[in-house]
């Protein structure tokens, strides 16, 4: 079992940079790929980002390629989105999940997700 809680999201003007966090309780959270996702309101949600449990592939996309970046540090049980160059277009509910059929499979846990809302 493995519990998520997201943080760092909030208000930001479109240009500015932002960095969730996403920590996890549980000793595997090294076996783990993690992913961030994220919806916005009337939309379906939509896949950002993904990172292998060593943090040696990664997997973003088209759609945030260039400005996002997601890393993870095994030894805090933590994971990162960083945010660069926001657009009003990325506001959305951003969610962390944790899932072990690697960067493009299905995820098992879900955190609550953080709100982002960027304004022009």
């Known amino acids: 079992q493995v519990q998520l809680v997201e943080s760092g999201g909030g208000l930001v003007q479109a240009g500015g940079s932002l960095r969730l966090s996403c920590a996890a309780s549980g000793r595997t959270f090294n076996s783990y790929t993690m992913g961030w996702f994220r919806q916005a309101p009337g939309k379906e949600r939509e896949f950002v980002a993904a990172?292998?449990?060593?943090?040696?592939?990664?997997y973003t996309a088209d759609s945030v390629k260039g400005r996002f970046t997601i890393s993870r540090d095994n030894a805090k049980n933590t994971v990162y989105l960083q945010m660069n160059s926001l657009k009003p277009g990325d506001t959305a509910v951003y969610y962390c999940a944790a899932g072990v059929a690697g960067i493009h499979g299905s995820y098992d846990y879900w955190g609550q997700g953080t709100q982002v809302t960027v304004s022009s």
């Open positions: 990172i292998s449990w060593s943090g040696g592939s990664r």
